[in-house]
């Protein structure tokens, strides 16, 4: 029953770790320990198992927050969340899909643990003040506070983006082909004048240390890397065989149409587009290895 009882919850608890910490390896690191911590008690008396298994998890998610981001401080070039692969047609409400927009975890990235698992909780997750009071151990009116301060930072820091999935996947498709075709003209025209590119590497493969802006910046970069030689150095950084070629395919990654790129059938690097008024905003390219084992597995999304 312990073990039936953990199951039923467990996309539950993988979807908040996920959320807190930006990163599905660290989410099933978290959803282990709360197993190993739930394995522990008499799940008998256990009132309410939904709730002190989001408690566990969320406090475990904290701690955890609090000890990587040294690291991520630390970081060779900008830290991009690990991406995720999510179902197209999820039966999930629009905000819990929503909540894993790789946009949205940049965001959270700068809101305190606490503020940040607050938000995921009440936001993604719908959780009253009065049960994250009480999975935080805090009282109600602190945690209305961190709510309101949480919301509001995201409010003006989270940029707006369509949500038209068609719309994103064909700009995504005419943004693939003018790259692969080295037409900077079309590419270009698919940029908006304030376009930024944010590329994660981790120093273990060709990505831009630093943000790029502009039109002229991000395209030069994205041709440089899609013609020959730029590709070929491209693969070689990510241990390509020689004579090896990548794969393009589009997937549905932390809820939108994103490019993925495989060699020898093994996802080497994602590229995310924000698109709003038919233009693109920010390109995210996310390709260091560590954050690629979990792109070929199950979502961490979540679900109740």
Known sequence: MTIEVFTEHRSLLVGVAYRVLGSAADAEDVVQEAWLRWAEVDAASVADPKAYLVRVTTNLAIDRLRRVRARREAYVGPWLPEPVVTAPDSAEP???????????????????????????????????????????????????????????????????????????????ERFVAACAEGDIEALTALLAADVRMVGDGGGKVRAPLRELAGVASVARFLLAIAGPEGRRRFLDSLGAPPGGEMDLEIAEVNGGPAIVARLEGRPVTVISLMISDGLIHTVYLIANPDKMSRMAGPNASGSA
């Open 94 to 172: 629009a905000e819990r899909a929503d909540s894993v927009e790789l946009a949205l975890l940049v965001v959270l990235e700068t809101l305190s643990p606490l503020e940040r698992a607050v938000f995921v909780l009440r936001e993604a997750f719908g959780f009253s003040h009065a049960e994250i009071a009480e999975i935080l151990g805090r009282g109600e009116p602190a945690v209305r506070q961190l709510a309101r301060r949480a919301r509001d930072h995201v409010r003006e820091r989270r940029p707006r983006f369509d949500v038209d999935r068609r719309e994103r996947r064909t700009i995504t």
